[in-house]
């Protein structure tokens, strides 16, 4: 188990930006992930655990706890039964292509997100109308206070827009199982090719983000909102509104996390008075306050 002090987090996210943490640890097996929530949670420090940290910004200044990222080994296997499970640190992106090359479809639609296995079900990845909870059949966690192993169902997940049972009970994802159906591989293969080029025209995948920055509202598309109020382009600093799509926030160039966070409160507040709609980070912003109860 590896131990980092005074980590640069902006050398662990995807928008290459934010603070430090006093202390990252990386367990590389189940055994030392366990030892290392017990030593977290029984410290009276903040703590939180990061998968790829593709949709996590830390505030600029120090995270003043311990930041907890496995590394399992990113196993990826498929079973007769058409089920693939996945360890919590293979990139979603790779089990796409695990089922793909075994002519499994179902999970076409996560070729293109850069996040992990765990931290998709946290948050119940989705992406051109698929999601994690369409194929989940349960997931192997480590349920606090102990960090016990225990298998949840789909069902014990409660996965639904961008939440999972997880954000409340603190469980932690060691691995998960997806049922997947028989499929031709040309079309699986042809419909991920098709959605890797609607991402590359439609995407700044040129430039370090988090994704979409916003939940999408009821009824509602972020990014359209965020257009047609003029903001497309509005810059801070080095962080910028996507030219290319409104609903992503960039880091045009050396953007600090302040900078990023003074640009989704000007989308905020320009959104909230013009259509009364009050837009929500789907990013999860990580500061000094974290996990502190008011």
């Not at 827009?161 to 031709?184: I, M, P, T, W």
Request: charge should be negative; aromatic fraction near 6%.
């Amino acid at each position: 188990m590896r131990r980092i002090d005074n980590a640069p987090m902006s050398k662990y996210t995807s928008f290459r930006a934010g603070g430090t943490a006093r202390l990252l640890v990386i367990p590389e097996t189940v055994e030392e992930l366990s030892s290392a929530l017990r030593e977290a949670a029984s410290s009276g420090d903040p703590w939180l655990l990061l998968g790829n940290g593709s949709n996590t910004l830390f505030l600029d200044g120090e995270f003043p706890g311990t930041v907890i990222m496995p590394e399992l080994g990113g196993t990826i296997e498929v079973l007769d039964s058409g089920v693939i499970k996945a360890s919590a640190d293979a990139l979603l992106s790779r089990l796409a292509r695990a089922a793909a090359a075994n002519s499994l479809t179902g999970l076409e639609f996560a070729g293109g997100i850069p996040g992990s296995v765990g931290g998709g079900v946290f948050m119940n990845a989705g992406a051109y109308g698929g999601e994690l909870k369409d194929c989940i059949v349960s997931a192997d966690v480590l349920m606090p206070p102990e960090f016990e192993l225990k298998t949840l169902s789909r069902e014990e997940l409660d996965l639904g827009y961008r939440h999972s049972a997880l954000q409340e009970n603190g469980a932690v994802v060691v691995s998960a199982a997806f049922a997947l159906e028989k499929g031709d591989r040309a079309e699986i293969d042809a419909k991920m090719a098709d959605l890797a080029a609607r991402r590359s025209e439609k995407q700044p995948l040129e430039y370090p983000s988090a994704g979409s920055f916003f939940k999408r509202p009821p009824g509602q598309f972020a990014g359209k909102l965020i257009q047609d109020a003029g903001l497309k382009g509005l810059r801070v600093g080095g962080a910028q509104v996507s030219e290319k799509h409104s609903g992503f926030i960039i880091n045009a160039g050396n953007a600090t996390a302040t900078d990023i966070v003074d640009l989704m409160h000007a989308v905020q507040d320009r959104v909230l008075e013009l259509y009364g709609v009050l837009l929500e980070p789907e990013v999860r912003l990580i500061g000094p306050d974290y996990g502190k109860k008011d």
